[in-house]
């Protein structure tokens, strides 16, 4: 099936936040944001921006009738500055004018007088000087200190990574409007409507039931609409509610860039130890988050890089640490993969440390170290692996031995330009691991007519969810997917929503939607049951059509919803879905948090120009797990999609602060991400279709964010393609790998820090690659 938002995408006709018809009398806000990363405000001054004609208003700290706070995890951000800035483009004053045009002039008139105080951008400088966002916390499987003299081969190392931008097309915004007996209706471009509408209540010290936030759609989200979109809700509706007009603020994408937070960078220091036989034995691992200024999701952030930090592998002693470390950049947020793409990069490098030293293939280390089902992973829980059988197919299917020797042989015949080739096997949980928020609701209607209407706390960004959920009802309904529509996101028909992310929007609705159609359906088989004298078993619902024990019956569709509302039966249900089984002990750091695992393995291939440093991912190729999907070109849509993000990420996106805390990649000029230019080639897809019993919806498992870490693997293959030209080139575990780094790794001289070939250990190996 089609997504259903295809033919109002390419026509122009879907509505995003930009496109909700604007009411008379509509003011627009611009924030003004600190221009210093830290410091104390001594005096703002107002006076040159107030003389603006157009200027309605200016609001600050002290204007906020509730609380001046919009935390989620932790209680640390204030929605505007009042004694102390914490990042360079915080929030301080938002300007209301009768124009857009107007409200960003009047931004340019705010002056502010700041001490400055030290500013920290680094984290493992931030975590010295114990400026943490909440304490450290290890996950501990047997017992690393003892692993070590087992080793034949420990190496030690570390990593650097780097953010990224979100991008998404569209900008951040919201739009407020006031409503009868003080009540706000807020559209908001968010991931998380209920956040929206708590942070809201909380600004205007209200209850949540006089704030109603909808969604229609996003143009996109990718993780940083999931908490930051609560900051332009809440200015809009604190002006909205302090005026009694409506507000809107839709982001200018620098406002956008400068002000909000990005994926986390990342440092990380590693050290893995092998026997003789390649097998990983022990793995530590520290990790140095950059949270920026306030907690923000770091800490879930953090958690997830813990959960994911021996990726698809089994390692029998593990001990990995994770320092959320406060500094003062915009707090850094989710970001597709939410830490998990950071922690699989570290195991990564060290296994490609490891494969250098002893002079092996990296490839032999990680498909002799793929976890099995039965074994457990670091928190506890116990694999049900895919990840060999995805492995297995990507050789027959791709011919993995027949693409290295190709490799090889271009690197003999050719100079000046290299290819390189990397796997990357990756394996993702699906939940929130926070085990609570596993939870949604659908709100089902069959009208009196047969068609039906859906409402769900999902919000569609793009994946295409909502065609998903379309798809979950028309088949519990056996009706034509015409017959189903699905009404935008909103607080008022669907509460206390978790925000749309951990890739389980489709399963948790869906769940939810199938849960509700099918009690509707258990009703309505009623009454066929009894108007035909048979019990509710005999009775199917196919192609529109009840049939009695398997044979045509005088009813159809419309005729068993018209009796069914004639005998006043409800045609309503409201389900409830909570995934079973899951649950997690954070004092012991085990449990069962994910309902299941996403598993796949890539092959990654690069062609690096010797001269220039620049370079093409040429391909990548892909066995992925989708359980039974059941919608193939959605889920083919998004793993293209996380490939080349995850591939702009780990080559040219590049996110810079000065040493000042002052974003640098501010505007599309600056940062640069890939493009139809850089986009491999071919991506080549094949499904590992499984029948295992799984938690996901129609067994069609999610899909959001696992692909995004395939593009890890052009890291790697960039790496080998460099190694291919300077086999002990210095190359540290620093992202993104620009051309710039590239350059500078293929002229480089070796670093006895990070090249240690010791050749003659490995000719005692015996190891058979
Ligand atoms: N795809 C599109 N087109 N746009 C997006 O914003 N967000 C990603 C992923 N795919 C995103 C996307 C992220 S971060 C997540 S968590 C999932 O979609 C969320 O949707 P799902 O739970 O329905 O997979
Ligand atoms: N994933 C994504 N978003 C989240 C999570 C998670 O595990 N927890 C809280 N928000
Ligand atoms: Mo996705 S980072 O969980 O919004």
């Given at each position: 099936?089609?997504?259903?938002?295809?033919?109002?995408?390419?026509?122009?006709t879907?509505?995003?936040?930009?496109?909700?018809?604007?009411?008379?009398?509509?003011?627009?806000?611009?924030?003004?944001?600190?221009?210093?990363?830290?410091?104390?405000?001594?005096?703002l001054?107002?006076?040159d921006?107030?003389?603006?004609?157009?200027?309605?208003?200016?609001?600050?700290?002290?204007?906020?009738?509730?609380?001046?706070?919009?935390?989620?995890?932790?209680?640390?951000?204030?929605?505007?500055?009042?004694?102390?800035?914490?990042?360079?483009?915080?929030?301080?004053a938002?300007?209301?004018?009768?124009s857009?045009?107007?409200?960003?002039?009047?931004?340019?008139?705010?002056?502010?007088?700041?001490?400055?105080?030290?500013?920290?951008t680094?984290?493992?400088?931030?975590?010295?000087?114990?400026?943490?966002?909440?304490?450290?916390?290890?996950?501990?499987?047997?017992?690393?200190?003892?692993?070590?003299?087992?080793?034949a081969?420990?190496?030690?190392?570390?990593?650097?990574?780097?953010?990224?931008?979100?991008?998404?097309?569209?900008?951040?915004?919201?739009?407020?409007?006031?409503?009868?007996?003080n009540?706000?209706r807020?559209?908001?471009?968010?991931?998380?409507?209920t956040?929206?509408?708590?942070?809201?209540?909380?600004i205007?010290?209200q209850?949540?039931?006089?704030?109603?936030?909808?969604?229609?759609?996003?143009?996109g989200?990718?993780?940083?609409?999931?908490?930051?979109?609560?900051?332009?809700a809440?200015?809009?509706?604190l002006?909205?509610?302090?005026?009694?007009?409506?507000?809107?603020?839709?982001l200018?994408?620098?406002?956008?860039m400068a002000m909000?937070?990005?994926?986390?960078?990342?440092?990380?220091?590693f050290?893995?130890?092998?026997?003789?036989?390649?097998?990983?034995?022990?793995y530590?691992?520290?990790?140095?988050?950059?949270?920026?200024?306030?907690?923000?999701?770091?800490?879930?952030?953090?958690?997830?890089?813990?959960?994911?930090?021996t990726?698809?592998?089994?390692?029998?002693?593990?001990?990995?640490?994770?320092?959320?470390?406060?500094?003062?950049?915009?707090?850094?947020?989710?970001?597709?993969?939410?830490?998990?793409?950071?922690?699989?990069?570290?195991?990564?490098?060290?296994?490609?440390?490891?494969?250098?030293?002893?002079?092996v293939?990296?490839?032999?280390?990680?498909r002799?170290?793929?976890?099995?089902?039965?074994?457990?992973f670091?928190?506890?829980?116990?694999?049900?692996?895919?990840?060999?059988?995805?492995?297995?197919?990507?050789?027959?299917?791709?011919?993995?031995?027949?693409?290295?020797?190709?490799?090889?042989?271009?690197?003999?015949?050719n100079?000046?330009?290299?290819?390189?080739?990397?796997?990357?096997?990756?394996?993702?949980?699906?939940?929130?691991?926070?085990?609570?928020?596993?939870?949604?609701?659908?709100?089902v209607?069959?009208?009196?007519?047969?068609?039906?209407?859906?409402?769900?706390?999902?919000v569609?960004?793009?994946?295409?969810?909502?065609?998903?959920?379309?798809?979950?009802?028309?088949?519990?309904?056996?009706?034509?997917?015409?017959?189903?529509?699905?009404?935008?996101?909103?607080?008022?028909?669907?509460?206390?929503?978790?925000?749309?992310?951990?890739?389980?929007?489709?399963?948790?609705?869906?769940?939810?939607?199938?849960?509700?159609?099918?009690?509707?359906?258990?009703?309505?088989?009623?009454?066929?049951?009894?108007?035909f004298?048979?019990?509710?078993?005999?009775?199917?619902?196919?192609?529109?059509?009840?049939?009695?024990?398997?044979?045509?019956?005088?009813?159809?569709?419309y005729?068993?919803?018209?009796?069914?509302?004639?005998?006043?039966?409800?045609?309503?249900?409201h389900?409830?879905?909570?995934?079973?089984?899951?649950?997690?002990?954070?004092v012991?750091?085990?449990?069962?948090?994910f309902?299941?695992?996403?598993?796949?393995?890539?092959?990654?291939?690069?062609?690096?120009?010797?001269?220039?440093?620049?370079?093409?991912?040429?391909?990548?190729?892909?066995?992925?797990?989708?359980?039974?999907?059941?919608?193939?070109?959605?889920?083919r849509?998004?793993?293209?999609g996380?490939?080349?993000?995850?591939?702009?990420?780990?080559?040219?996106?590049?996110v810079?602060?000065?040493?000042?805390?002052?974003?640098?990649s501010?505007?599309?000029?600056?940062?640069?991400?890939?493009?139809?230019?850089?986009?491999?080639a071919?991506?080549?897809?094949?499904?590992?279709?499984?029948?295992?019993?799984?938690?996901?919806?129609?067994?069609?498992?999610?899909v959001?964010?696992?692909?995004?870490?395939?593009?890890?693997?052009?890291?790697?293959?960039?790496?080998?393609?460099?190694?291919?030209?300077?086999?002990?080139?210095?190359?540290?575990?620093?992202?993104?790998?620009?051309?710039?780094?590239?350059?500078?790794?293929?002229?480089?001289?070796?670093?006895?820090?990070?090249?240690?070939p010791?050749?003659?250990?490995?000719?005692?190996?015996?190891?058979?690659?």
């Open positions: 099936m089609k997504n259903i938002d295809s033919i109002t995408h390419v026509s122009g879907s509505v995003y936040l930009d496109d909700v018809p604007v009411i008379n009398g509509t003011l627009y806000g611009a924030a003004f944001g600190s221009p210093c990363a830290h410091g104390v405000i001594s005096e001054i107002l006076d921006a107030l003389q603006l004609p157009e200027v309605v208003r200016i609001f600050t700290a002290a204007d906020i009738p509730g609380h001046n706070e919009i935390g989620g995890i932790i209680k640390d951000e204030p929605l505007l500055a009042d004694t102390h800035v914490h990042f360079c483009g915080m929030p301080i938002f300007v209301v004018a009768r857009r045009e107007a409200a960003r002039a009047a931004v340019k008139k705010i002056r502010v007088k700041i001490t400055s105080l030290p500013v920290i680094d984290p493992r400088e931030a975590q010295a000087k114990g400026e943490l966002i909440v304490p450290p916390r290890t996950f501990r499987l047997g017992n690393t200190d003892s692993a070590w003299e087992q080793c081969y420990v190496i030690t190392g570390n990593a650097d990574i780097n953010g990224q931008e979100h991008l998404y097309i569209e900008t951040q915004g919201a739009y407020a409007i006031p409503q009868e007996n009540s706000l807020i559209y908001s471009s968010t991931q998380g409507p956040a929206v509408q708590r942070a809201v209540s909380g205007i010290g209850p949540m039931h006089r704030f109603e936030v909808i969604v229609t759609r996003l143009g989200g990718f993780g940083g609409k999931e908490d930051q979109a609560n900051t332009w809440a200015l809009c509706a002006a909205a509610w302090r005026l009694n007009k409506p507000v809107k603020y839709a200018h994408r620098m406002e956008d909000t937070g990005k994926r986390h960078p990342y440092a990380a220091d050290k893995i130890g092998l026997d003789k036989d390649l097998k990983i034995l022990a530590e691992a520290s990790f140095f988050q950059n949270a920026g200024a306030s907690a923000d999701l770091s800490p879930a952030v953090l958690a997830r890089t813990l959960f994911h930090c990726n698809s592998y089994y390692i029998p002693h593990v001990t990995a640490t994770g320092w959320s470390c406060r500094t003062n950049l915009p707090p850094n947020t989710a970001f597709r993969g939410f830490g998990g793409p950071q922690g699989m990069f570290v195991i990564e490098a060290a296994i490609a440390k490891a494969a250098h030293v002893l002079q293939d990296a490839a032999l280390i990680q002799r170290n793929l976890i099995r089902s039965g074994q457990p670091p928190y506890g829980q116990i694999a049900e692996s895919e990840a060999p059988l995805c492995w297995e197919k990507l050789e027959e299917r791709f011919d993995i031995t027949e693409q290295q020797r190709k490799v090889k042989q271009f690197n003999e015949n100079s000046l330009f290299k290819k390189g080739i990397a796997l990357m096997p990756v394996c993702f949980g699906i939940s929130f691991t926070n085990t609570l928020m596993n939870n949604a609701r659908s709100l209607h069959v009208y009196s007519d047969g068609s039906v209407g859906i409402s769900t706390g999902a569609e960004m793009g994946q295409g969810v909502n065609t998903k959920i379309l798809q979950v009802a028309a088949q519990v309904f056996s009706i034509p997917a015409d017959k189903v529509r699905l009404h935008h996101t909103s607080t008022n028909t669907i509460a206390n929503t978790s925000p749309s992310a951990a890739s389980a929007t489709a399963d948790l609705n869906g769940k939810a939607t199938l849960i509700a159609c099918t009690a509707i359906v258990e009703r309505l088989k009623q009454l066929a049951a009894v108007t004298a048979v019990t509710p078993a005999d009775i199917t619902l196919v192609n529109g059509h009840v049939l009695v024990n398997g044979l045509p019956s005088a009813w159809d569709w005729q068993l919803v018209t009796t069914a509302f004639a005998k006043r039966i409800c045609l309503s249900e389900g409830h879905y909570a995934t079973p089984q899951i649950h997690y002990d954070a012991n750091e085990k449990g069962h948090p309902a299941y695992h996403v598993y796949g393995t890539a092959m990654l291939e690069a062609t690096v120009d010797c001269i220039r440093g620049t370079y093409t991912i040429d391909a990548v190729k892909v066995v992925h797990d989708f359980g039974n999907s059941m919608n193939t070109d959605i889920d849509g998004q793993i293209e996380g490939i080349v993000q995850g591939i702009g990420w780990m080559t040219m996106e590049e810079l602060y000065d040493r000042d805390g002052k974003l640098r501010n505007a599309l000029s600056t940062y640069k991400v890939p493009d139809i230019y850089a986009a491999p071919t991506i080549a897809i094949e499904a590992l279709q499984t029948d295992r019993d799984n938690l996901a919806v129609f067994r069609s498992k999610a959001g964010e696992p692909p995004l870490m395939y593009g890890i693997g052009a890291w790697f293959a960039l790496q080998n393609a460099v190694r291919a030209f300077h086999p002990n080139a210095d190359i540290p575990f620093v992202t993104p790998m620009t051309p710039e780094k590239v350059l500078m790794a293929l002229y480089s001289t070796t670093n006895p820090e990070t090249n240690h010791h050749a003659e250990t490995v000719s005692h190996l015996g190891i058979d690659q």
